[in-house]
């Protein structure tokens, strides 16, 4: 007998009562329910390891000590959907356990988890953004290396899979899934955005930039080679602040507005990193809001700027403007 997988299941919350019109106009259907889940098996078998998830509307019964209750759960799917245990199945119907206990739910209206991160169109929300950048040359003409970046499908939402081959296409360094250095959710992405010599030290670097919704400025996570692995070091926000543009760009928060805090009145930030070039400077794009006198909305200028990344990966270093704030 085959193993029964593990499910899940998005459901809403029951919101205020239901009015009596309604109530009578639904009646006849509640009995049509009450007469299937009636032919809900009494009997499951064991459960395994699968897992599925919740693709419609569906009738539910509960178990409580005064028999079955008709309930009704909102499986649609969902970007974030959560696993719920498979007790078991019988024919058409599946058993599983809720947070408030075990239920009766249509196969039907289930899908397996494997099916659904393989699957098109529903796991294109539980991926990275198509468009990112999956490859870069690394190393030098002598000893060249790649690193290849995949996109994988999750749960918890879009992962991703970083490999380091050198020119015999043997793999030097893997990070997995698990290491969250990848993760994207709806609006919001970490993702290897320069890869090489980055700060000129003749070993390779990357840069893992997440853009920030509720604050412009990138956070940036250098990873630095040790020879035998991609190590990762501490992350750090790429804005600053004041009249003068200075060299090294780092700081260790983002410029948030609200806590009784004021925003700089004249701040730049990186929004942006584009892939390197054959030296390892990469070119970024930067924004600066300049509020100063006062002005309730600030005025917006954009550049495209030169970088490196500081030898102690603890900053990045402007090394000239491509294209000057305007």
Do not use: H
């Amino acid at each position: 007998m085959k193993n029964i997988p593990a499910v899940a299941f998005r459901f809403g919350r029951a919101k205020g009562s239901v009015p009596r019109a309604v109530l009578l106009a639904v009646l006849p259907l509640l009995c049509l329910v009450w007469t299937a889940v009636a032919a809900a098996p009494e009997k499951a078998e064991k459960a395994g390891a699968e897992s599925v998830v919740g693709i419609s509307l569906f009738p539910a019964v509960y178990e409580s000590k005064g028999g079955k209750q008709i309930g009704s759960l909102e499986g649609v799917y969902s970007p974030a959907p959560e696993a719920y245990p498979l007790l078991g199945r019988e024919g058409g119907w599946l058993r599983i356990r809720f947070a408030g206990g075990p239920a009766w739910v249509r196969a039907a209206d289930a899908l397996p988890v494997d099916e659904l991160l393989r699957g098109r169109p529903y796991r294109k929300p539980l991926l990275c953004p198509d468009g990112l950048p999956g490859d870069f040359a690394l190393g030098s003409p002598d000893a060249p290396l790649r690193l290849g970046v995949e996109r994988v499908a999750t749960l918890a939402g879009g992962r991703g899979i970083m490999r380091l081959t050198d020119k015999d296409g043997k793999i030097l360094w893997q990070s997995g899934p698990e290491d969250g250095l990848i993760a994207c959710v709806p609006g919001q992405a970490a993702w290897p955005m320069a890869a090489g010599d980055l700060d000129g030290d003749g070993r390779p670097e990357i840069l893992i930039a997440e853009n920030q919704p509720a604050a412009p400025p990138l956070l940036v996570t250098p990873l630095r080679w040790t020879g035998t692995a991609m190590e990762k070091t501490e992350s750090f926000y790429v804005w600053q602040s004041g009249a003068e543009i200075p060299e090294i760009w780092a700081a260790k928060d983002a410029p948030f507005e609200g806590d009784g805090e004021k925003m700089p009145p004249v701040y730049r930030y990186v929004s942006e990193l584009y892939p390197p070039y054959f030296d390892g400077s990469f070119a970024a794009l930067v924004v600066q809001e300049n509020r100063d006198g006062g002005a309730a909305k600030p005025v917006t200028t954009r550049g495209v700027g030169l970088f490196r990344l500081r030898p102690d990966s603890r900053a990045l270093v402007l090394r000239q403007w491509i294209i000057p704030l305007r």
